[in-house]
């Protein structure tokens, strides 16, 4: 009798830890929760407040994309705005009239108006660094405009724009002309004394379509300025990121053009200091293959080749080069250079590190670009008719 | 009498020790001060560790089969002896509590804010207490399994972790101020590997013949433990970069950013499920060192009286101790570490210098017997 008795005590004691292990303190309904996929972030019409929006799914309507044909579907998404003076205070406002509670972890992109950008992010960061549900590989962007206008684009062949801007800039090889930049890059920007952080821009275009080009560079939490598709193409080669794209260039001749397709690409940042002045040397080595010839001339020689190739690295140079006269525009060192001194030159580092911005303006950069073309697709001279 | 009579053998012992020193540095690197240097703190304070190891090592194979409180009963005579062992219960006890803190405040910060710090505190000193009752040679055996899946862990993390990781975060190499690297080094050597003074109470039960091999053991030891830490170190320096200095927790925001193949994401839970194996060994070793040795103060025939109301004084302890959870890592990184300098170094390094000139321990023929 007594070993059935402990056997009985020992069944409920187990059994009541049971109940204690799924954490029902902080459970989480699945029915309770709108799974946030995109926040963006404006200035309020009162002023120091900011105006909120947040793109929310629900779960319970996801349909498979263009299964069901037409038909006045209801759309899984929903928009909404608050304003507050923090971010945290306007995201839990959020709750006077969702019936669900904002759930972050999927979130994907993080927009700051262009107006609030100007301003500068610096006190809109905090929160989404601080809170454990936002994740550090969601990236961050600036609108042309305002941010809630993104949030009511219509991607045709997503359901939210937080999915739609994930996917394209992800695909950012493909062009090389858009910067992916998450959190986590943004923020060592940000706490970085020198590198100025940069974020891709995003816009509505006509057939209300997210469309992410160029890109905002910031002198510390501010925007300053945009880069062009060109020169934000030249950042990535400085930045060792640009493992696609298409350069296109046009010949001499008149109609005639090439086009490269770039495989892959390394740079080496060398910083050197020589009679007190500072001067980087920054060697790319790109490797392509091509892509589109239009000419009728015969490239496919050793002197062509070599042509191709010396005018490929021309294209680079002068991406490079724009950048880099754009970021001293700005005077914002977006290439990292700063960071490169510090790890080579520590101790001269102390001394010129409060006056680095002057360094920047008057900085030495020397470009050395070797390109080499590899295949060239199924033929080897032009179809085009001389 | 025999308050315990389990015995440890050399894997337990090996294993056990790894798992203390990995213990909760996995979730809080302390030694933040160094930035991005961390890794060379790390390496000096384990040399620094090593020599506190030394110390304490070598007084444990000076009096074979004999916990701290007895040593400090023959060296320093009956009162005084009990005095000091006294305040090493009380380290003890205090090193649990802020072991269970760590916890509370990390399952509450991070995964569950809602639920109160006492649930996490409480059930895991039921836990701990469990297997105190269950004696130091259950506990060694756990750290046999636990400690290989939670270095295989750390391993597999730490490969997942590779695209993200840039080695230029670490450089420029030695470029921060002597004071701050000091500082940094010594908070190292504190909080890891100072702590594992508690092993004092564990080395009585290895088995005879190996006790000349503690000393050589618990080196090696420590420095395989600190080269599976040193991995870790690196790997979140490399990863987070200027941000890791700010994070609370840098081991678990470092590996948020796992995503291989958009498939292998989201494995926080490797992180969590490796520090609550770490952890609860760590807390149950320092839990069952405060035991035991109140047990001997008292000279009691068992120790299993002691575990529950002791329990409860380390689970209120941990919960008055800190205010909020920046008190927690402000005090381990600026008060700790010189707190705990007379228990880790400062007594047994007396002790070993006493023992040496006063010939202790006596040998059998003709000899005080204070042993009860």
Same mark, same amino acid.
């Given at each position: 009798m007594h070993r059935k008795n402990k056997w009985i005590l020992l069944t409920t004691f187990f059994l009541f830890f049971t109940l204690l292990i799924c954490g029902c303190w902080s459970r989480k309904e699945l029915e309770t929760l709108a799974f946030v996929t995109t926040v963006g972030i404006d200035k309020a019409e009162e002023p120091g407040k900011i105006k909120v929006s947040l793109q929310m799914v629900d779960t319970t309507k996801i349909r498979p994309p263009g299964g069901g044909g037409g038909g006045g579907e209801e759309k899984p998404v929903l928009n909404m705005k608050k304003t507050g003076l923090t971010l945290f205070e306007a995201i839990r406002k959020f709750n006077y009239e969702s019936t669900r509670r904002p759930f972050f972890p999927h979130c994907q992109a993080v927009i700051y108006g262009e107006e609030i950008a100007r301003e500068g992010v610096g006190k809109y960061i905090d929160f989404i660094d601080r809170d454990p549900e936002l994740r550090r590989n969601l990236y961050v962007l600036v609108a042309k405009g305002e941010a809630s206008k993104i949030l009511e684009?219509? #991607? #045709?062949?997503?359901?939210t724009v937080g999915v739609s801007i994930n996917r394209v800039l992800d695909k950012y090889s493909t062009t090389s002309q858009i910067i992916p930049i998450d959190l986590q890059e943004f923020i060592e920007r940000l706490m970085s004394k020198t590198t100025a952080p940069v974020a891709p821009i995003v816009l509505v275009n006509k057939e209300k379509n997210i469309s992410v080009t160029g890109t905002a560079v910031f002198k510390e939490d501010k925007m300053v300025g945009e880069l062009t598709p060109r020169e934000t193409r030249g950042l990535l080669w400085v930045l060792n990121k640009a493992k696609g794209g298409i350069i296109a260039i046009q010949l001499p001749h008149a109609n005639e053009n090439i086009s490269i397709e770039v495989i892959n690409s390394q740079c080496k940042i060398i910083p050197e200091i020589k009679d007190n002045k500072l001067k980087v040397t920054v060697e790319i080595r790109e490797e392509g293959n091509l892509g589109e010839l239009n000419s009728p001339h015969d490239f496919a020689n050793e002197k062509g080749w070599d042509n191709i190739e010396k005018l490929t690295a021309g294209v680079i140079h002068g991406e490079v080069l724009a950048a880099f006269k754009k970021a001293q525009e700005f005077n914002a060192d977006i290439f990292g250079f700063g960071e490169a001194f510090y790890r080579k030159y520590p101790a001269v580092w102390r001394e010129i590190k409060d006056d680095w911005d002057k360094h920047f303006a008057n900085l030495e950069l020397t470009i050395k670009v070797e390109s080499t073309i590899r295949e060239s697709g199924l033929v080897f001279k032009s179809s085009m008719p001389r | 009498m025999k308050l315990e009579g389990g015995q440890i053998s050399t894997s337990g012992l090996s294993f056990l020790l790894i798992c203390y020193i990995f213990g909760s540095t996995i979730i809080i690197i302390p030694g933040r001060e160094a930035e991005h240097n961390i890794w060379l703190a790390y390496i000096a304070g384990m040399t620094e560790g090593l020599v506190f190891a030394f110390i304490y090592t070598t007084l444990a194979q000076r009096f074979p089969q004999k916990t701290l409180i007895e040593i400090n009963d023959l060296i320093y005579g009956p009162i005084l002896g009990k005095l000091i062992s006294l305040s090493y219960i009380l380290y003890f006890l205090q090193l649990t509590a802020l072991i269970l803190r760590d916890f509370g405040d990390f399952f509450r910060g991070v995964l569950m804010p809602e639920t109160p710090l006492v649930v996490f505190i409480l059930f895991s000193a039921l836990l701990g207490a469990s297997a105190v009752r269950n004696g130091i040679e259950v506990i060694a055996r756990c750290s046999i399994i636990i400690g290989p899946l939670a270095i295989v862990t750390s391993i597999l993390v730490t490969l997942m972790l590779l695209p993200q990781m840039k080695i230029t975060n670490i450089l420029p190499i030695g470029d921060i101020p002597l004071k701050d690297f000091i500082k940094a080094s010594h908070t190292v050597a504190s909080v890891p590997f100072g702590e594992t003074i508690a092993f004092l109470m564990v080395f009585a039960f290895m088995e005879k013949e190996k006790v000349k091999n503690i000393r050589k053991l618990t080196l090696l030891t420590i420095i395989l433990g600190s080269i599976f830490l040193l991995i870790n170190i690196f790997q979140t320096a490399c990863t987070l970069g200027k941000i890791a200095p700010i994070t609370l927790y840098p081991t678990f925001t470092a590996i948020r950013l796992i995503n291989i193949g958009d498939v292998f994401t989201r494995l926080e839970a490797l992180v969590i499920f490796a520090f609550l194996g770490l952890g609860f060994l760590k807390l149950t070793v320092s839990y069952y060192g405060a035991t035991l040795g109140m047990a001997q103060i008292l000279k009691l025939r068992s120790y299993l009286p002691l575990v529950l109301p002791l329990g409860v004084i380390i689970v209120v302890t941990s919960i008055l101790h800190f205010e909020n959870t920046i008190e927690n890592i402000v005090w381990t990184s600026d008060i700790y570490p010189y707190y705990s300098i007379p228990f880790q170094i400062g007594i047994p390094l007396l002790s070993l210098l006493i023992a040496m000139v006063r010939k202790l321990p006596k040998q059998k023929t003709g000899s005080k017997q204070q042993q009860k």
């Open positions: 684009g219509q #991607p #045709p062949l997503e359901y | -």
